[in-house]
């Protein structure tokens, strides 16, 4: 849909984005209430493909000609598990067909791939565990919307796959958005350290539980509660470390997990790229650092989405062998959203994704930083295991996904309100549910498409335009 700028606005109305150029909360309000005449919130239920929509596995297949060839059929074999799997491979896709969507023109540092299983706990600095975003390697500033509405198709074909009713998988997708909506409201009446300051923390998701009142699902959170918090540098080092002669080595699985051979050229400039990498830490994580030494190095394959991407996991030892630390080095290529929204005001790419998960988390790991590799590529660095976890999405209910829908939309308006215009975006969107429902009509007409864009990547492997591996 095109939608035409109404004259009676000003032309910077929509564009706003910076709260310190306006003259005060109320009129921020009112200018968001005013784009309503130019971009209906109805208007944002609407979705049909476009006349010259891109082929969707064409757009796969460029995205995939930088990566590692000989991982590819992973990547595919990985995104045709099902409709969801697929989704969350393919937001070069969503966010090509987003571009055409309508758009308030209210900005904010966006996720980029909002799917619901990009939310989770992960340990805060002073070892507090936190519920929120925790991807950020499509990250750029934009229209907000576009992770909503994401984030909302997401759950429903995650619904889907679990043989949920319609009934049931739309209102996960509202249920999402409405929490967003009404979190943004509190956010605004909010002063700015305030909403600096606030995070979705552990006691808070016990306080959702109490909505839930069924001892199935608060055990259940229990139980991933403490799981987390088991998910540490110790914990990886008994997973994916063995004693060699004395020596602790990162074992070799592969070609999910690749060992870097000792006589291999990688191994020999390890502590130059060590080196570069500290520079881009605050001194005193520096220092902390400066504390380990390198002991070996693998490369490994990650996720859906990200699989032929170069990533790595590296272990350092402290004081002793029981003293480890597992970072992560994952490549950062250029942002899905590039060229659809305006260019990354950083060059690196590394630190394009680190300085965009710092804005939108609550708090991020001491250890993130950059660097600049090989052939020019852009790396970023963080712990491997840092009591990270997720939702296992299918043992969820009907109504312990709707939990968790409300769950991720008030983590994702919480980021949304550190890096945006969180008055105007509350303006917009308003007291009623009608935004709410509009998006989860489009949310049901997306998932749609993902079906029928899943359905052509397996044809494409059958026919034998794509290879993917069976054994992924």
């Not at 023109?105 to 966006?110: D, E, K, N, P, T």
Request: charged residues 30%; glycine residues 8%; contains cysteine.
């Amino acid at each position: 849909m095109k939608v035409e700028q109404d004259p009676n606005l000003s032309p910077g109305t929509a564009q706003a984005a910076d709260p310190s150029a306006a003259s005060g909360r109320r009129q921020r309000h009112e200018r968001g209430r005013a784009v309503r005449r130019v971009v209906p919130r109805g208007s944002h239920a609407e979705w049909e493909p476009a006349p010259d929509r891109p082929d969707p596995v064409d757009l796969l297949e460029a995205q995939g000609r930088d990566r590692v060839q000989d991982l590819l059929p992973i990547r595919y074999s990985r995104m045709m598990a099902s409709p969801f799997a697929f989704m969350r491979g393919s937001a070069i896709i969503m966010a090509n067909d987003l571009a055409g969507t309508p758009k308030s023109g209210i900005q904010a540092q966006l996720c980029g791939d909002a799917h619901l299983l990009n939310f989770g706990a992960y340990a805060s600095p002073e070892r507090a565990l936190l519920f929120d975003l925790n991807d950020f390697d499509e990250t750029l500033p934009g229209p907000w919307e576009w992770d909503v509405k994401r984030l909302a198709a997401s759950f429903v074909v995650a619904g889907r796959e679990n043989g949920f009713e319609a009934a049931d998988c739309r209102e996960a997708a509202q249920a999402c958005v409405a929490s967003y909506r009404r979190r943004m409201d509190e956010f605004s009446e909010m002063g700015e350290l305030e909403v600096w300051y606030s995070r979705v923390s552990e006691e808070d998701l016990r306080g959702l539980l109490s909505e839930a009142k069924t001892k199935k699902t608060t055990k259940k959170v229990s139980k991933a509660v403490l799981k987390a918090r088991g998910r540490n540098s110790l914990h990886a080092l008994s997973k994916l470390t063995r004693l060699v002669d004395g020596r602790r080595m990162i074992n070799d699985d592969p070609p999910l997990l690749v060992r870097i051979p000792e006589e291999d050229e990688l191994r020999g400039l390890i502590y130059g790229i060590l080196e570069s990498y500290k520079r881009t830490l605050q001194e005193d994580r520096r220092h902390l650092l400066d504390r380990y030494h390198f002991v070996d190095a693998a490369r490994k394959v990650v996720g859906v989405g990200s699989v032929g991407t170069r990533a790595y996991v590296v272990l350092l030892e402290g004081r002793d062998e029981n003293d480890p630390l597992f970072l992560q080095v994952k490549e950062a290529g250029p942002s899905v959203l590039e060229g659809h929204v305006p260019s990354s005001t950083h060059e690196h790419h590394g630190h394009r994704v680190v300085a965009g998960q710092r804005l939108m988390q609550a708090a991020s790991d001491i250890f993130l930083g950059w660097f600049r590799g090989r052939e020019g590529r852009d790396f970023y660095w963080r712990q491997l295991k840092d009591m990270k976890g997720s939702a296992d999405v299918a043992s969820l209910s009907p109504d312990e996904l709707v939990l968790y829908a409300g769950l991720c939309g008030w983590a994702l308006a919480r980021a949304h309100a550190r890096s945006g215009d969180r008055v105007q975006i509350a303006g917009y969107l308003g007291k009623s549910e009608r935004f709410d429902r509009a998006i989860a009509d489009f949310a049901e007409a997306y998932a749609d498409q993902t079906e029928r864009d899943y359905a052509a990547l397996c044809a494409a492997v059958k026919s034998g335009r794509i290879t993917a591996d069976a054994d992924a």
